[in-house]
C-alpha cells in the first residue's frame, strides 16, 4: 500500500547505511591489513630461518643476532624472560607484537616480541579503521538530517501550516496518499468537512430558535406596553413591569444570536460615501432620545463636519450600536457617554468615551476577543466589540480600548480622498 512507502524508506535508509558500513570494513581490511599478512609471514620465514636460531649458547650472542636483524629490516625486537620482565629498553607505542617467538639459551627461555618500526603498526591500521567510521557515521548522519528534513519534516510543516491556515478561514486541500503524513493530513481534511458541517447545523438551529422566538416575544413586548397605559391596580403594574422586563433580556439574549449568526455569514461591504456631520446627525437621531430617558447624557462632537468617509453605513451604524449599548449597560446615575470625532494623520478618529467603571487593565485587550467573559465589576461578553473589530478592519482601520476615567473606544476609519 501506498501509506507504507514510507516505512520502506526507513528501511531501504537502514539497508543503505549498513552495507556502507560494511564496504568501509571491506576496503580496510582489503588495503590495510590484507597488505600486512603476507609480509608478516615473509618475515618470519626470513628471520627465523635464516638471521635468528632457535637456540645460543649464550644470551650475548642471540643478542648480536637480534640486534643485525632489527637494523636490516627496521624491526624493534623486545626480550622477556620467563617471568615476564622486559630485558630491552626499546620504547614501544600501545601496540600489538606482529611476530612473537620462544628462543632458548643454553642457561634461560627468552620470548622475542617484534613489532614494525614504520606506519604499518597495528594500532595505526586501527586509528584509521575509528576515522574511517568516524567519517561515515558524519555522511550517513548528515544524509539522514537531509532525508528527514525532506520527507518528515517537510510534511508535518504543511500540516501545521493547514491547521493554522484553517483558523483563519482557509479551508485545506487533500493530498495524493504517498506517505503515512498525507494520510493523516487527509483525514485533518475529512475533520474540518464535518465540522464545518457541523457548524452549518448548529447556525441552522440557532437561527431557527431565534426566528420562533421573536415573533411572539415582539407581541409580548408590544402587548406589555400597551398595558403600561391601562388603569391597572397597583399589583397588575408590578407583574407586567415584571413581564415586560424579563422579555427584553430576552430579547437580549436573541441579539446575541443574532450577532453570532452575522458573525457566521460570509461579510461583504457595500461602500457608501457619506460626511461626517451627516453620522453625527444619525448618532443624536438613534441614541439621544432614549439615553436621556434613561438618565444617561449623551454628545456626538466634531471639528471636521464636511469631511467624507466611504464605509458600508450598515456596518458603521452596528459599530456605534454595539459599542454604545456595551457602554449604557455598566453606567448609573448620572451617566455619560460621550463620540468625537477628528483627524488623525490620514484617518478620521472616533473616539466612543464613558464614565462608568471602566475595565481591569489585566484584560482590557481581551475585550474583542469572541464571547469573552470576566467576573470583575464590568462583565465584557458576547460578540459585539469582536464584530465592531471585524468591521473596522474590513473598513482597513484599528481599533484600541484603554481606561480614562471610564472606558474608551477609539478607531481609525482611512479617511476620503479626492
Not at 632458548?104 to 620470548?111: A, F, I, M, P
Not at 455569514?265 to 457595500?270: H, P
Request: one cysteine or more; hydrophobic letters at 40%; aromatic letters at 8%.
Amino acid at each position: 500500500m501506498k501509506n507504507r512507502r514510507l516505512e520502506k524508506r526507513f528501511l531501504y535508509a537502514i539497508i543503505i547505511g549498513s552495507v556502507a558500513n560494511i564496504i568501509t570494513l571491506l576496503l580496510w581490511l582489503l588495503f590495510r591489513i590484507y597488505p600486512i599478512i603476507p609480509k608478516i609471514e615473509a618475515l618470519k620465514s626470513e628471520i627465523f630461518n635464516n638471521e635468528i636460531e632457535a637456540k645460543y649458547n649464550s644470551y650475548e650472542d642471540m643478542i648480536i643476532d637480534i640486534n643485525k636483524t632489527a637494523e636490516k629490516h627496521d624491526l624493534i625486537i623486545n626480550i622477556e624472560d620467563t617471568s615476564g620482565q622486559t630485558l630491552t629498553n626499546n620504547e614501544i607505542k600501545i601496540d600489538a607484537p606482529l611476530i612473537t617467538k620462544m628462543i632458548e639459551t643454553t642457561n634461560n627461555t627468552y620470548l622475542l616480541k617484534i613489532y614494525f618500526n614504520n606506519n604499518s603498526n597495528i594500532s595505526r591500521a586501527i586509528l584509521e579503521l575509528v576515522a574511517m567510521q568516524i567519517i561515515v557515521v558524519i555522511i550517513i548522519l548528515f544524509i539522514t538530517f537531509i532525508y528527514t528534513r525532506q520527507i518528515v519534516l517537510k510534511p508535518i510543516n504543511t500540516l501545521i501550516n493547514d491547521i493554522r491556515n484553517y483558523k483563519f478561514g482557509k479551508k485545506p486541500k487533500k493530498r495524493p496518499l504517498n506517505t503515512e503524513f498525507d494520510l493523516i493530513a487527509n483525514e485533518f481534511v475529512n475533520l474540518t468537512d464535518r465540522l464545518d458541517e457541523e457548524k452549518a447545523e448548529q447556525t441552522r438551529i440557532i437561527a431557527s430558535i431565534s426566528h420562533d422566538i421573536k415573533t411572539p416575544l415582539t407581541s409580548i413586548i408590544g402587548y406589555s406596553n400597551l398595558l403600561k397605559d391601562q388603569n391597572l391596580s397597583k399589583e397588575s403594574k408590578k407583574y407586567n413591569e415584571k413581564i415586560n422586563e424579563k422579555a427584553l433580556n430576552i430579547k437580549d439574549i436573541l441579539s446575541t444570536f443574532d450577532d453570532y449568526l452575522l458573525n457566521e455569514e460570509k461579510i461583504e461591504l457595500k461602500p457608501t460615501l457619506i460626511q461626517v456631520k451627516d453620522i453625527v446627525k444619525e448618532l443624536n437621531n438613534d441614541y439621544k432620545i432614549e439615553l436621556d430617558n434613561n438618565n444617561i447624557t449623551f454628545t456626538v462632537t466634531t471639528n471636521i463636519p464636511l469631511a467624507y468617509i466611504n464605509v458600508d453605513i450598515l456596518k458603521i451604524k452596528r459599530i456605534f450600536s454595539n459599542m454604545v449599548s456595551n457602554s449604557a449597560r455598566y453606567l448609573k446615575d448620572d451617566g455619560k457617554i460621550s463620540i468625537d470625532i477628528s483627524y488623525f494623520q490620514e484617518y478620521i478618529k472616533f473616539t466612543v468615551k464613558d464614565n462608568g467603571p471602566g475595565v481591569d487593565e489585566k484584560i482590557i485587550d481581551k475585550i474583542f476577543d469572541p464571547l469573552f467573559t470576566t467576573d470583575n465589576s464590568r462583565k465584557i461578553s458576547g460578540l459585539g466589540l469582536s464584530i465592531c473589530k471585524e468591521f473596522i478592519e474590513m473598513h482597513g482601520g484599528t481599533l484600541k480600548a484603554y481606561n480614562d476615567h471610564g472606558l474608551t473606544l477609539e478607531f481609525l476609519i482611512p479617511k476620503y480622498k479626492k
